[in-house]
T-cell receptor, first 117, second 112 residues
Framework: ETGVTQTPRHLVMGMTNKKSLKCEQH?????MYWYKQSAKKPLELMFV???????ENNSVPSRFSPECPNSSHLFLHLHTLQPEDSALYLC????????????????FGPGTRLTVT | GEDVEQSLFLSVREGDSSVINCTYT??????LYWYKQEPGAGLQLLTY?????DMKQDQRLTVLLNKKDKHLSLRIADTQTGDSAIYFC????????????FGQGTELSVKP
């Protein structure tokens, strides 16, 4: 148990559906992240939030829309997804946002396994 | 650019040593990390090394860093079945603001 929870753990959705992934961290951290994990590929950083402000958007298609209403919660709103968006979506948090030359640890949730049909 | 490469699979027998290798491209990375992902779980930090070190030991884990070759390895001594997991190497390029750049992960299978 890392202190980062994600719901749902599994989600199957059609390409025309709208759904949301939820992440909550109980660690008092100031930064939160969304990653996409596809089989046999490196983790892809999607978004970074620091103190509820988006500080990173890694050329993610607009069909993925993040929301960070407070420092403990992070959402990923999904609409009109494609089958290639099927993956494990991981949320993470860290005490402080990334900073060059400084060590920090990210704490990951268990992920949401998303299947787009 | 940043690119972290790992072999995809490693299989060892229980009690043997495992060595998981990683190559990275960005020499500006100040910290390099090993994360472990057990089935059905997220990633968990296993250990890390500062770039001015060439070795770090932590119980059964030994991290070796060859900065000249941009090569990082993780050695697990006396590998147990509970060590079966996916191991991710990550670098933190200075010009990327310290973001973690992950490899694709090495799946370690430990056979009894």
């Amino acid at each position: 148990e890392t202190g980062v929870t994600q719901t749902p753990r599994h989600l199957v959705m059609g390409m025309t559906n709208k759904k949301s992934l939820k992440c909550e961290q109980h660690l008092g951290h100031n930064a939160m992240y969304w990653y996409k994990q596809s089989a046999k590929k490196p983790l892809e950083l999607m978004f970074v939030y620091s103190l509820e402000e988006r500080v990173e958007n890694n050329s993610v298609p607009s069909r993925f829309s993040p929301e960070c209403p407070n420092s403990s919660h992070l959402f990923l709103h999904l609409h009109t997804l494609q089958p290639e968006d099927s993956a494990l979506y991981l949320c993470a948090s860290s005490q402080d946002p990334p900073s060059s030359g400084r060590h920090y640890e990210q704490y990951f949730g268990p992920g949401t396994r998303l299947t787009v049909t | 650019g940043e690119d972290v490469e790992q072999s995809l699979f490693l299989s060892v027998r229980e009690g043997d040593s495992s060595v998981i290798n990683c190559t990275y491209t960005d020499s500006s990375s100040t910290y390099l990390y090993w994360y472990k992902q057990e089935p059905g779980a997220g990633l968990q930090l296993l250990t890390y090394i500062f770039s001015n070190m060439d070795m770090k030991q932590d119980q059964r884990l030994t991290v070796l860093l060859n900065k000249k070759d941009k090569h990082l390895s993780l050695r697990i001594a006396d590998t147990q079945t509970g060590d079966s997991a996916i191991y991710f190497c990550a670098e933190t390029p200075y010009n990327q603001g310290g973001k973690l750049i992950f490899g694709q992960g090495t799946e370690l299978s430990v056979k009894p």
